[in-house]
C-alpha cells in the first residue's frame, strides 16, 4: 500500500442526482463529481457515483472510509409507503394513536372541522398487554406474559411481522418491554421489533409510540438497502487488501454511525442527507468567516434551509417527516417543495402554482427528453437563459424547444407569454423559498437582514439575487462545488451517539446522587458504542445536557451541563443557564420569582467521537481581471424589476474554475461549473474570496464577513 492516495469518500442520495466527493487524507484536496440518481435501485447509483470519484481520482486510491447520506427512510415516508405494522401498549391504553395531541393544521381561523389524519397504525391492528410500572419504575403489577404470546400468535397468523412495542412508563425500566421483545421473536421468529425504551427512553406516550412504531416501519427496508449497498462495497475490494472499507451513514442530529449499528437504529436517518449538507455549509461558512448564517440546500426535488448561530445548526427533538411526528434529535431544518424539478400548474381557480409535486429524476423536466411531460422550475431557468443548454459539463444535453413548448402551453392558459409564464414560475419558487427561510427566522424572533446565506445544492444559487432582494439579506456566499455540499459535509461530521433518560424533579428537591447515577450510566452507554466504533477512550467526549422548564409548561428547554461532578454549585449554574436560555428564545424569564419554580425533566449524553475534517485549500490571489475566466455571452432574461425587457440582456458567461481570489463579477453575468450556475442580476456584484467562494452582494461591494475565520 506504500505510496497509494488514501481517501476518504462521501456519497450523498438525493432525488435527481447522487454526489460524490472525496478528500485525501495526506493532502486535504479534495475532488468531487456527480451522477444521476436511480430511484428504481439508489443502491446502482450509489456504486455509480464510486467509480465516477475514483475515475477522477486517476486509479490507485486506498478507500479508507464511505460515508453516505441516503433518503431511503425519508422518502418512504414522505411518500406513506407504510407496511401492516402490528403496535402492543398496555392494557387500557389502546386509543393512545387516536388521542395523540391536539394539533390543528393552519389554526383554528382557516380549519372548522379538523379531521385527524389516518393513523400509522389502524385501531384493529393494536394489541394489549396486562402489567403496569409507576413513573419511577417500580412495578404497580407483573407483566403479564400469556396475553404477550397471545398477541405474538395473533400478528403472526395475520403475517404482521413488522411491530412496535410501547409500554407505560417504559422509560422508567424496560424491563417488561425486554421480555415482551423476547416472547414476541419466540413466538413469531421472523417478526422485526422495535421496542421504545431502545428507540426513545423520553415519556410523552404518544410521542413515544409514534417515534417507536416509524423506526419499526422503515427498519426492513433500511436493513435491506444498507445490506445492499455493504455486500457492493465488499465486492469491489475498495481498500486493495481485502480489508472492509469502514461504512458510515449520516445521522439526524448530526453525527454518523456505522451502517451496522444503523440498521439497529434507522429512525435516526430520516434527515440524514439534509443534516449533512447543513452541517457542510455551516463549516464552509465559518471558515470563510460568517458565523451567522442561513443555509439553502437547492435539490431537484425540495429545499432545505437551516439557521447555524455561532458557526453551529440548531438541533431539534420536535421533528417530524410528512405526517409522523418523530421525537429524536435531529438537525432543525424545514423543507419546502421548491426544487430545480418542481412542477409548475394550474390550479381550479386558474392561478399558477409550483409544487410541491416534483418531476424527480424519472421522468425528470421537460427539457431531459426522458419522458417528463410537465413544464418544471428547471425548464423556467432554461428557456429564460439563467442556465446553460446542458448539465454537468455537457454530460446531459437539455432540451431547450421542448421546455419552450411546455411553458409556452402553460403560458397560453393564463394569458401570458413564454418569458412571462418562465418569469412567474421562478417568482413563485423564489417566494416558497423565502417563506421557508422566514419560517426558521422571522417565526422564531430572528432578523432575517442580520444573515447572510449559504446557498448550496444543484439549483440552491439559481434564485440567489431574488431572495436577497426579497428577504433583505446581508448577502450570499455560494461555496466551491456548491453542488457537492452535502456529500463533502459528511466527510466533516464525527460519529455521534445521543442517549437520555426522563428524570422528572423540582430543582429544589433535585436528588444529585439519582441525577450523577443516570449520567454515569448514559456515559458508560455513549462510550461503550464508541468503544465498538474503533474509538480509543482518550478521544471520546461525552457531553451532557438536560432539558428543564418552569413548573406548568408542555415543553422543556435544553442546556448544556458543565463538566464536573454533580453537586449543588452546577445544577445551581445549570439552572441559571436555563433562565437566560429562555428569555434569549422567549424574550422573557422568572429568574426573580420565587413562586415560578424551576422542574428538571430529561437528563442527556452525546457520545461524540472526533473525526480529522478536511482542511481548507487557499487558492493563490489572481491578477484581478476576471475576463480569463470568460467564455462568451448569451441572451439571459432576468425578469421584471432587474433592468430587462421581454428581449433579455446579452450577458457574459464565465467559467468558476478559471475565476481566482480577488476577481470581481458586476452583474449582469452567469457563473458556470460542473454541476451548478450562479446568475448575478443587474445590480449586483460578485466577488471571489480566498477559498474559492463566491460572495454576492447588491451593489458593488462584497458580502462582508460577520466574524472571523476559524478552523477546528
Known sequence: MTGRRRVRIGIDTGGTFTDAVAVDEATGETVATKTPSTPADPAEGFMTAITRILERLGGGAEVTAVAHGTTVATNQLLEDRIDRLGFITTEGYEFVLEIARQSVPDGYGNSYFWVKPDRIVPVDLVRTVGGRLDHTGAEIRPLDEEQAAEAARWFRDRGIDTIGVCLLHSYADPRHERRVRDILLAEHPAATVSISSDVLREYREYERSMTTLVDAAVKPRVARYVAGIRTRLDAARLAGDGRRVPFHIMKSNGGVLSAEEVVHQPISTVLSGPAAGALGAALIARRAGFDRVLTLDGGGTSTDVSVVLGGEPGLTTEGSIGRFPSKIPMIDIVTVGAGGGSVA?????????????????????????????????????????RIPPHLLGGRIPLDAAAAREGIAKIGGQLGLGVEQAAAGILEISAWNQANALRQVTVQRGLDVRDFHMAAFGGSGALLLCRLIDILGLAGVIVPRDPGNVSAFGLLTVDVRNDYVRTAVSPHADLDLDRVAAIYAELTGQAARALDAEGFDRAVQRHDRSADLRYAGQAYEVRVPL??????????????????????????????????????????????????????????????????????????VYFGAGAGADATGIDTPVYLRPHLAPGDRVPGPAVIEEFGSTIPIHPGFTAVVDRFGNVLVAPGDRPAAPTGQESRP
Open 562 to 635: 458543565p463538566d464536573g461532578p454533580v453537586d449543588r454549585a452546577l445544577t445551581e449554574r445549570v439552572a441559571a443557564a436555563f433562565h437566560d436560555a429562555h428569555r434569549g428564545m422567549y424574550g422573557y424569564d422568572f429568574r426573580d420569582d420565587p413562586a415560578q419554580h424551576v422542574e428538571w425533566v430529561n437528563l442527556r449524553v452525546s457520545g461524540v467521537g472526533p473525526i480529522r475534517r478536511p482542511e481548507p485549500v487557499r487558492e493563490p490571489p489572481g491578477d484581478g481581471d476576471p475576463s480569463r475566466a470568460r467564455t462568451g455571452t448569451r441572451r
Open 345 to 385: 400548474w394550474i390550479s381550479p381557480e386558474n392561478t399558477l402554482k409550483v409544487g410541491p409535486r416534483s418531476a424527480g429524476a424519472d421522468p425528470g423536466p421537460l427539457c431531459y427528453g426522458t419522458g417528463g411531460t410537465e413544464p418544471t422550475v428547471t425548464d423556467a431557468h432554461l428557456v429564460l437563459g
